[in-house]
């Protein structure tokens, strides 16, 4: 699978890919994807759409996504909610607090190699799950979640296309009507030692779309980019990504589509559910979730 970044809106991302690395080896503009091109019933700016979709698929493994549907209000309401819930009081939150990855939600934070984070992760899919306060938490996390999985999967049919399947095909082979995704807001508060501090590492993510597709299905032909997150010491950040993933029993390896005499399996076969009790904490340095199924 490819490993695209769905972003509303770059600040609202969490992701920060750093202007002094390059992506193929020059000064690339970053990638842009009409999602209204893209959906269109316009045949010809439909597939060019795909086209495109599938050479940032191979060349970047990321884009971003202007003309979407999901209003900008329900994206600031969003942001506020979780800003309400990281603003409770303690005792509230600690409630949540657990180790245990499959958990429905999950609380914590963390002050580890100068990275500070409050965090809290919620499976959303197929049955939402959220807290219980503030009150405009819920509906407003639940819509959020509904218009974001239906631009997710509407991506999901174009990268199928772009690799020459019919636009199913990813929903199928992962069984997405019953697929485990899991929607995860992070709380960084701005660090007063530097004008700019990590606040994740680089790393990789579980999942099939977060909006980053990790790249097990197509062998690594598709890219799944490293990024991190960073902070400052002035502004409050808050990030929201979304982890479409496959149904916890689908089984994951690369499609015969991309398997030949000359691109042998990559990675072996696994269960998502597998994959994600392997990396039971989602804290990942570089490549190591991939490096677990590496052959």
């Not at 809106?9 to 080896?25: C, Q």
């Not at 409630?95 to 190699?113: A, F, H, L, P």
């Not at 909006?211 to 997150?229: A, D, E, M, P």
Request: net charge negative; proline share 7%.
């Amino acid at each position: 699978m490819p490993s695209p970044f769905l972003m509303a809106d770059k600040e609202y991302s969490g992701v920060d890919f750093d202007s002094n690395d390059t992506i193929l080896g020059v000064d690339d503009p970053f990638p842009i994807i009409d999602y209204s091109k893209l959906t269109s019933n316009d045949p010809h700016q439909s597939s060019q759409a795909v086209e495109f979709l599938g050479k940032i698929c191979l060349e970047y493994g990321f884009f971003a996504v202007t003309n979407h549907t999901i209003p900008e209000s329900l994206i600031n309401g969003t942001m506020e909610a979780l800003q309400g819930f990281f603003d409770l009081a303690e005792e509230k939150k600690r409630k949540y607090e657990t180790n245990n990855s499959m958990d429905r939600i999950r609380w914590g934070r963390g002050d580890v190699q100068h990275v500070t984070r409050e965090f809290f992760k919620i499976a959303s899919h197929p049955h939402f799950h959220c807290p219980t306060e503030p009150d405009v938490l819920r509906e407003t996390l639940q819509e959020y979640n509904k218009r974001l999985r239906e631009v997710g999967i509407n991506l999901v049919r174009g990268i199928s296309k772009s690799f020459g399947q019919e636009e199913s095909y990813i929903e199928k082979a992962m069984s997405l009507e019953s697929g485990y995704d899991f929607f995860t807001a992070n709380d960084y508060p701005p660090r007063v030692s530097a004008p700019n501090i990590i606040g994740q590492f680089p790393h990789n993510d579980p999942g099939l779309l977060i909006l980053l597709v990790q790249n097990i299905l197509t062998n690594g032909k598709y890219k799944s980019t490293v990024h991190r997150v960073i902070v400052n010491n002035e502004v409050r950040r808050v990030t929201f990504p979304l982890f479409m993933g496959p149904s916890l029993e689908a089984t994951v390896s690369p499609a015969p589509e991309f398997v030949d005499e000359d691109n042998p399996p990559a990675y072996r076969g696994m269960t998502y559910k597998e994959y994600l009790e392997a990396n039971q904490h989602h804290v990942i340095e570089g490549k190591s979730c991939l490096q677990q199924i590496r052959l």
